[in-house]
């Protein structure tokens, strides 16, 4: 396991505790884009609001088949994904075919891999809700990638939902969205969110409480 891995492990944790929209607001405040726009948790999970995922991303770019300078990999991807990783697949503008599916999710499940996040599309979404693996996508698809797309790099940098993402960054989403949170700055977004998170109680508790909620603000909500 890498050192980049390993501390992506340790962020995680801390980041697995704070909600994503808290984590937004952090990244807002220190002027890091970190939505991936477009890309939801798939419908069909028996327990949406309790499908969650943080991980350290492991990067796949993905391209058509028919693009120039074609190379495929001398391997399966899925083969190279490590314990807890979220893999993160960027898939061609415009494409009607998916990008993962239900063997895919099944191999990936039995490597360890936490969660798949694509703009892309996704299929087998019944295969993928049965088995627990949580998918977000931009959409489904009826048709696999044969004849339409191929992986050409992994663990590299990619963009998905306009946002760079390189491996090992930390990836935190649920039915609100997906982030990614650079590694070299999970810490300190991590620092804030809890600050925020602290302070979203104390106005929800005060509000409960009878305090107007302009006044709960000037008490508890400070300038970060």
């Not at 028996?46 to 991980?55: F, R």
């Not at 998916?98 to 039995?110: E, I, Q, Y």
């Not at 990836?171 to 809890?194: F, K, Q, T, Y």
């Amino acid at each position: 396991m890498s050192t980049s891995l390993q501390e992506a492990i340790k962020l995680q944790e801390r980041l697995s505790k704070l909600s994503v929209c808290a984590i937004a607001d952090a990244m807002v405040k220190l002027q890091i884009q970190c939505h991936l726009m477009d890309v939801n948790l798939v419908r069909g999970y028996p327990s949406p609001l309790n499908t969650e995922i943080c991980g350290p991303a492991f990067t796949v770019h993905v391209v058509p088949v028919n693009g120039p300078a074609i190379k495929k990999l001398p391997y399966h991807y899925v083969d190279k994904i490590e314990r807890g990783q979220v893999i993160v697949i960027s898939a061609p503008n415009g494409s009607t075919s998916s990008v993962f599916g239900g063997l895919l999710a099944t191999a990936s499940k039995v490597r360890g891999a936490a969660a798949v996040v694509t703009d892309g599309r996704v299929r087998d979404v019944q295969e993928l809700c049965s088995m627990g693996f949580p998918a977000f996508s931009r959409g489904t698809s009826v048709h696999g990638q044969q004849g339409a797309t191929t992986v050409v790099d992994v663990n590299c940098p990619v963009v998905v939902g306009n946002c760079v993402v390189r491996n090992n960054d930390v990836i935190r989403g649920d039915i609100n969205g997906v982030l990614v949170i650079p590694l070299e700055r999970a810490a300190e977004v991590a620092a804030i969110a809890e600050t925020i998170e602290e302070q979203d109680n104390k106005v929800a508790h005060a509000v409960k409480q009878g305090t107007g909620l302009q006044q709960s603000f000037k008490l508890f909500r400070s300038k970060l």
